[in-house]
T-cell receptor, first 114, second 114 residues
Framework: NAGVMQNPRHLVRRRGQEARLRCSPM?????VYWYRQLPEEGLKFMVY????????ESGMPKERFSAEFPKEGPSILRIQQVVRGDSAAYFC????????????FGSGTRLTVV | AQSVSQHNHHVILSEAASLELGCNYS??????LFWYVQYPGQHLQLLLK??????LVKGIKGFEAEFIKSKFSFNLRKPSVQWSDTAEYFC????????????FGAGTILRVKS
């Protein structure tokens, strides 16, 4: 049973470009969570999605960031017009139901903005 | 705002030394508590969790943690560390019985000298 798959593992973007990060949850998991880890800091919650619905986006920056989890395919975290401060590790986690016993995390995507 | 504090950002120990990593949280309601480990270049893995019952929780790889409600603490312990325990350790709190997001501490980097 494959775990949570994130790709790419590493992504380099120039300032002003768009970054798309993908997350395929574990089989049977319909809840996806995105976290961001800045250098020297812990993971910070960004957004919680179920299939086709955003449930909680309280941690998402108001501009340039968006997330989706379509009926078919992976969840996508999209960052438009990236800036140097967006450089971080972005982790996705999934669970089979809301508030379940812990998440399963993916290996993360390390975004570097140059 | 709810927060999680991990007291030491870097810890260096010799093999066979005992380990205790501190974690305190600020939230007065029901919490679920977790410790995750991130080995170099890998994803976060769940070490152990506390939901209810016996406040002394045993996890994988010989780790344990004790929930002390009066101190709002959930410290991680291991009697004798190994070189392979070199990793970053994160304490996390989920708020409420069906909370959908984790609040993480900043992490503690443990280096075990062989």
């Amino acid at each position: 049973n494959a775990g949570v798959m994130q790709n790419p593992r590493h992504l380099v973007r120039r300032r002003g470009q768009e970054a798309r990060l993908r997350c395929s949850p574990m089989k049977g998991h319909s809840h996806v969570y995105w976290y961001r880890q800045l250098p020297e800091e812990g993971l910070k919650f960004m957004v919680y999605l179920q299939k086709e619905n955003i449930i909680d986006e309280s941690g998402m920056p108001k501009e340039r960031f968006s997330a989706e989890f379509p009926k078919e395919g992976p969840s996508i975290l999209r960052i438009q017009q990236v800036v140097r401060g967006d450089s971080a590790a972005y982790f996705c986690a999934s669970s089979p139901q809301r508030g379940d016993y812990g998440y399963t995390f993916g290996s993360g995507t390390r975004l570097t903005v140059v | 705002a709810q927060s999680v504090s991990q007291h030491n950002h870097h810890v260096i120990l010799s093999e066979a030394a005992s380990l205790e990593l501190g974690c305190n949280y600020s939230y007065g309601g029901t919490v679920n508590l977790f410790w995750y480990v991130q080995y170099p270049g890998q994803h976060l893995q769940l070490l152990l969790k506390y939901f209810s019952g016996d406040p002394l929780v045993k996890g994988i790889k010989g780790f344990e943690a004790e929930f002390i409600k009066s101190k709002f603490s959930f410290n991680l312990r291991k009697p004798s560390v190994q070189w392979s325990d070199t990793a970053e350790y994160f304490c996390a709190v989920r708020l409420g019985e069906n909370g959908n997001k984790l609040v993480f501490g900043a992490g503690t980097i443990l280096r075990v000298k062989s």
